[in-house]
């Protein structure tokens, strides 16, 4: 396929979602998270998304026009039930709300049940550095990953993430997953028909397995052995337990059970950098950061030291000027629902 402008594939997956029954300005910002995915390299968490979250809306088992709901809240503090909308429209909602606690308090901290899969923690995190601010942010997802010496899942992936703001026109971005690789990882490959490394996750048995098919059946691994299991346990008592969403088991597969929501949960801590320090302070501090890092002795064949966020800043600018290339599998699906929904591609 030819590379494609990201405006032009913006405005696309806006009109599909729109198409499906997504108010217009809600479309935007989830075709937004989902560009930005795209742009940033990570494609796992990009318009290859779209055609499960439309799925699911024709289904009725994602309200596309749900409003949040404040369950409980404090002068730093919100309980919310996102109403089983779209991940993606009701966490901007709920951060919408926290900005200006933040900046009242110094810091601010929701939780958030009763949600879906909501793209990438950075898309969240980036737009709070921009405010000057510093957005923790985890999440739980569906049983994908078993416990250390397990073979079941009980786990998501269960992501954390957080940005800080720099003086360098790019924030440094902190986004990973507790499994040794992203869920969608082996999805893709399980769309390509492509093998994955032997050490990623286990079948059904607990045993390696390349095939990624048999490894979505199974479980992924957790990064670091114990360690990556007491991280991720640690994000879903933040994110699940804490929210009053489902835990482990109770979660819903977004693909696999295509007949009762997912119920997911979220978790932000949102701290004003002004509450601390001066904001021009902050970024002259973490500028010298990054400077003394990247000036340091380098390991034999390196060239240059990166730090997190400077790879995906890099993908952001060149793939605005050479567009966006989307995988076949992607494009057939998001062409399918245009013509199903009647937009024009």
Known sequence: MQPIDA?????????????????????????NSLVDADLSGTSTHGVSRLNIYVRRIQKGLIDPKAQIKIDRKRTGTLSIDANNGLGQVQASKTLDLLLPMARQSGVATATIRNSQHFGALSWYCNRCANEGMILIAMTSGEPSMSPEGGSEPFLGTNPIAASFPT??????????????????????AAKKGLPIPANWALDVDGNPTTDASKALLGTVL??????????????????SVLSGAAIGPKIGSMYKHMD??????HFFCLLDIEAFMDLTEF?????????????GRKRPGVTEILVPGERSWRSIQEKRKTGLTIDPATWKEMDQLARELGVNV
């Open 7 to 31: 405006l032009a594939l913006t405005r696309l997956a806006t009109n599909i979602a729109a198409a499906a029954g997504v108010p217009t300005d809600d479309a935007f910002l989830l075709a």
């Open 167 to 188: 003086g360098k026109g790019w924030p440094v971005k902190i986004d990973l997953a507790t499994s040794l690789v992203a869920r969608g990882n082996i999805i893709a």
């Open 222 to 239: 957790t990064m670091a052995g114990h360690k990556g299991f007491a991280l991720a346990l640690m994000v879903e008592v933040f994110s």
């Open 260 to 265: 009762r929501k997912q119920d997911l949960g």
């Open 283 to 295: 970024k002259h501090r973490i500028d010298e950061s990054i400077d003394t890092i990247k000036s």
